[in-house]
């Protein structure tokens, strides 16, 4: 009987050590996705079937209460591949700014400045050590897509009105904290947005890659009207009358507009240029090409074609003398050019399910499992850079890239959460 | 009695305007004979309005030269490209839009020698078509594509360059439109300037065919295009309806989800129906759970909002039937099952 007792003894400790390295193995998962926030945990009891899988991780509730400070992960322990805020955003950008230490001396740090979706606050948040400060507490709920000016100072939001069809798209100033605008007595410790001008029916917004001009596309009866205006000044200079009314639109160089047909599996698609000071008439880029959407670069006469049908995507580089396909099946949104067009990051899906694309990635009834590449434009070279599942992450739908200019940090948004990230490349 | 050298000179006279006649009347004959031959000889390019890079063909024919058995050199733009025994045809890619290329063929057959010369001016032109009452969700990206009675309009964006070397305006051209071939339906809306087509897709073709032919006023420089027009059925798609943050359009919901929550706020969006508002307000949505007719947002009603009581689980299914009063080949119908809490209560949504 003691040996038998014995026996028990020793299976039930073995049962025990096992469940605490279960519960061991799940904590240190969840630490090293670089979120404060276990959201692995809930995905773990949320699992169901369907393409997607759990759709429902997040919990909604926490929001109320996540516009506080995160508490932050001391320097050089973040991962290189981490999640940079937990809450879903509309839009991001990239800045810097010079700090001066106590002892006088001045650094250039890097930041992320994001507008949460649910609020419309403003979070600036620190790449060396992902600490979130809140720079704004206007509210303003519900905003879909966000785009900051090149400085930082103004932000141009989109939101749906409650009838679900209305876009309303809203320009406002970025007023920092001690900045005191309007004369009464405020708060100096945090700002706020001011709202600059609203407008109704763009279909398509674009800002200027100096970051101070807006180009809009928006319908009216029988087309669409192409304008351009300013942050800070609605009056608009029409650049061109279409007879047509789907097109997406891209500004990434000074005085060009790129102007694409709204893409669709096997349809042909085309793209044109206008010139963005005086409109007038289109001139026509590359045509004919199914499923076609675009992402040029910003010196170099040179872009992404992305060619979709029936369960395939291509990429292809478009030249003067021609377009070449590339080695990569993504679209040309997931790629981010590097300072001198020279080379291109891409999350690139880790295999292409069957649908027709683009239309399937866009109804978000595909989602993608990224992992993130460099591509050489003039070698062909090819760098696998990271995949999340090497850090032990949930897959990644990586949309909005943004490479910085030492091509040291690639940011990006997480298309199934909407929430931003960060490839620190200099590991 | 005519003397001696009065005859000598009558001779002599005689044979000279003899002999002048018969240089005249070859003189005046020959070149009569090769003009003749050139007109026997025609030179055609296929298309007739290329688009720029497109590959264009030069065709010689006749039914009374000898064009197989003859020596036939091509120029380009002054330069010979190629010769042959025979070589009845030359193919070569058209140039730059408003660029001409002169195209040369000299034939040598039956001791004959012709000519023939041709030009065209490459042009272009794209067809792009839009369903315009089809409805998709603001914002997004993809395009909206016609279902059975959609109505579409087809554009033509030419890209035509005169000798100036200027782009010619797109109201200053003349448009010939064709539809599955043929003009007669859309002769209307053919002519000067007429830019743009307009149709209602055909209930009983799933692909249409729109085709255009471009020319300027004086029909010297031109293009032509065609382009297949499908069609599709409609779908609904859910996503969910987030407090404070608007629709999840990134993530459908399809299948099966599990709800975490005990509230549960549906939007379902009519991918490619017809609307006249663009908005989805004029369709009918039938919402049922578990087989039984519930109701909707009056305001909403593609919206709904479905509220799990405290302690109660299950799974239950939520479908939908779309439909189209306006056109009545529009339809769809969807299901989601959801998965929820604890099991203790009947009434699940609110």
Known sequence: ?427 | MLSFRTHTILVRDTVIHTLLTIVFLCVSFFPHTTHALESFVSIRVSPAYPSVGEQVSITLSSYSVDLPGASILWYVNGSQRASGIGMTSLSLPAGQAGKTTSIRAVISANGETIQKTISFVPGGVDLIWEATDSYTPPLYKGKALPASSALVHVVAIPNIVGSSGKTVAPENLVYTWTLNGFKRDVTSQSGYGKQTLSLMKNVLLSTESVGVEISSRDGSLGAGATVSIPQTDPEILFYEQRPLQGPWYGRALIDTVTLLSNELSLIAEPYYFSTKTGTPHNLGFAWSMNGSSISSDWNNPHMIIFGVPEGTSGKATVSLATTNPSKLLQDAKTSLSVIFGNTESSSWFK
């Open chain 1, 1 to 427: 009987m003691k040996k038998q007792t014995l026996i028990i003894i020793t299976a039930l400790v073995l049962v025990i050590i096992l469940i605490l390295g279960i519960v061991f193995f799940v904590v240190s998962k969840s630490t090293t996705t670089g979120s404060v926030f276990p959201s692995s945990f809930s995905s773990l009891f949320g699992d169901d079937g369907g393409i997607l899988g759990d759709l429902f991780g997040l919990d909604d509730t926490q929001e109320t209460t996540s516009n506080e400070e995160n508490s932050t992960i001391p320097p050089g322990t973040l991962p290189a591949l981490r999640q940079l805020y937990p809450y879903p955003i509309s839009g991001m950008k990239l800045l810097s700014k010079e700090t001066t230490d106590e002892s006088g001396n001045k650094t250039r740090e890097l930041f992320v400045r994001i507008m949460e979706r649910s609020t419309g606050n403003i979070y600036d948040i620190s790449v060396a050590s992902n600490k979130a400060t809140r720079i704004t507490n206007t509210t303003y709920a519900e905003t879909q897509e966000s785009f900051f000016s090149q400085d930082g100072t103004h932000v141009i939001s989109r939101s749906i009105a409650e009838n679900g069809s209305t876009v309303t798209t809203t320009a406002f100033d970025i007023i920092l904290g001690g900045e005191d605008v309007t004369g009464t007595d405020i708060d100096e410790s945090i700002g706020s947005l001011k709202e600059r001008f609203s407008k109704t029916n763009v279909t398509s917004l674009s800002v200027s890659p100096e970051g101070t001009r807006i180009f809009t596309v928006s319908d009216k009866s029988a087309g669409s009207s192409h304008d351009r205006f300013s942050f800070t000044d609605e009056s608009a200079k029409q650049l061109l009358s279409s007879p047509l009314s789907e097109w997406i639109s891209e500004w990434t160089k000074s005085d060009t507009v790129y102007l694409t047909t709204k893409p669709s599996a096997g349809v042909p698609g085309y793209a044109y240029t206008l010139d963005a000071n005086t409109g007038s008439s289109l001139t026509k880029l590359a045509g004919g090409i199914p499923g076609m959407t675009l992402h040029m670069s910003s010196k170099k006469n040179l872009g992404l074609i992305g060619s979709g049908s029936r369960s395939s995507l291509t990429l292809s580089l478009l030249k003067d003398d021609g377009i070449t396909s590339l080695p990569l099946s993504t679209l040309p949104e997931k790629c981010s050019w590097n300072d001198t067009d020279t080379g291109i990051y891409c999350g690139v899906p880790s295999y292409i399910p069957s649908a027709s694309y683009p239309d399937a990635w866009y109804k978000g009834t595909v989602s993608f499992e990224d992992n993130i590449w460099y591509m050489n434009e003039n070698t062909g070279e090819l760098l696998f850079l990271a995949s999340p599942s090497d850090y032990g992450l949930p897959s990644l739908d990586i949309i909005n890239p943004e490479i910085d200019t030492e091509e040291h940090r690639l940011i990006f948004m997480n298309k199934n959460d909407m929430t931003p990230w960060i490839l620190e490349l200099d590991f």
